[in-house]
């Protein structure tokens, strides 16, 4: 291995801010959902529930689901771009051991049936990239829980919120609330697992770069 490695620092500290960004919106849109949860166990006014006067609280939740949105669309693109750094990376330390093409790192959360598992095998490589040379192993406890959350997250509860939209009585908005407080609570975690996962791989692929580097050294030395 000639080639100098640098880890992306940078990226690793902007992709684990926007991930703790969108787990602190997605916390705060929860929190809204359970406000107006309690707000709607008490007495409501006669009338559908369009023109009940609680619909006023819905401003500051659409904003806030806004926000959310926003803040995901750029946590996936920062989480691509981190990933294609770290691939710079496990090339060098391990370039067979790459089974994907850099392209997947757009078209596999896009693509129906693979983003269900291309960036895992994305992650499962770069993860094996940073083992010892004869335990190279892809896959870890880890990784298999952050991408079970990542699914539920992104599966689990998606027709909450237009399910509160179509509400028509309180105990249908609540029922829908009940379900937007879930799925936000499944944001949370795949976002705090995301963020784990960033900082466990960037430390794992730094070891086997100085390492690599260390058993270098030597052998240039000799040869001059």
């Known amino acids: ?5 640098r880890s992306p620092r940078g990226r690793t500290r902007f992709a ?8 602190l919106v997605s916390a705060a849109v929860g929190l809204v959902a359970w406000h107006k949860y309690r707000l709607l166990a008490g007495p409501v006014p006669p009338g559908p529930y369009v ?5 006023g609280a819905d401003t500051y939740f659409r904003n806030l689901q806004g926000w959310r949105t926003g803040l995901l669309v750029a946590a996936l693109l920062q989480f691509s771009v981190w990933l294609s750094g770290m691939r710079d990376v496990a090339d ?8 994907r093409r850099r392209a997947w790192l757009v078209f596999g959360w896009v693509v129906p049936v693979a983003q269900l598992f291309v960036p895992k095998m994305f992650v499962n490589d770069l993860w094996a990239a940073g083992g010892p040379e004869p335990q190279r192993r892809r896959g870890h406890p880890l990784l298999t829980a952050w991408w079970l959350s990542v699914l539920f997250a992104a599966n ?23 379900q937007v407080m879930v799925g936000e609570g499944l944001h949370v975690c795949a976002a705090a697992l995301s963020i784990a996962v960033v900082l466990r791989l ?3 692929l730094e070891r086997a770069t100085a390492t690599a580097s260390t ?3 030597p052998t240039g030395g000799t040869g001059s």
């Open 92 to 99: 060098v330390l391990w370039r067979q051991g790459q089974r």
């Open 156 to 178: 689990g509860y998606g027709d909450a919120v237009d399910d509160l939209r179509k509400a028509a009585t309180a105990s249908q908005a609540r029922h829908a609330l009940r």
């Open 215 to 217: 058993e270098i050294r």
């Open 1 to 5: 291995m000639s080639e100098a490695v």
């Open 51 to 55: 023109d009940n006067p609680l619909v």
């Open 16 to 23: 684990g801010a926007v991930l703790a960004a969108f787990a």
């Open 202 to 204: 960037v430390r794992r």
